[in-house]
């Protein structure tokens, strides 16, 4: 009787521990051609190009596109990294999580949960 309880239990616990979720339903993927263009939150723009460069700038500061931050980017599923290029040297990474991603509107959050939404320009 204890074999018999016992092979229950081992087929039991390796059932509980051999399922899993994948990647692909916990990280949803986005088409990272939708988000290249120029985008606007506010006064806040950013742009992003097809050789993964970009640039960001806010009006509000008296910053025109010209003067803007630059940075390049990459999208790894819902991931979108920009790595902002210091003038005077240096990089300084910036990753968020894209919620929405769509041919006119972009949303993401950072670490800390704060979104942004972007309309297409």
Sequence with gaps: MKRITLFFL???AAALFSTSCSEE???PSFDESL???KWKSGTLFERYD???SGATWDTADDV???EAQKFTWTITKDQLEQIHIIENGGNVPKVYTITNLTASSLEYEDAYGKTKSF???
């Design 10 to 12: 081992c087929i039991a």
């Design 25 to 27: 339903e916990t990280h």
């Design 35 to 37: 988000i290249i263009g």
């Design 50 to 52: 097809s050789d993964k």
């Design 64 to 66: 025109k596109e010209s």
């Design 119 to 121: 309309s297409k320009q």
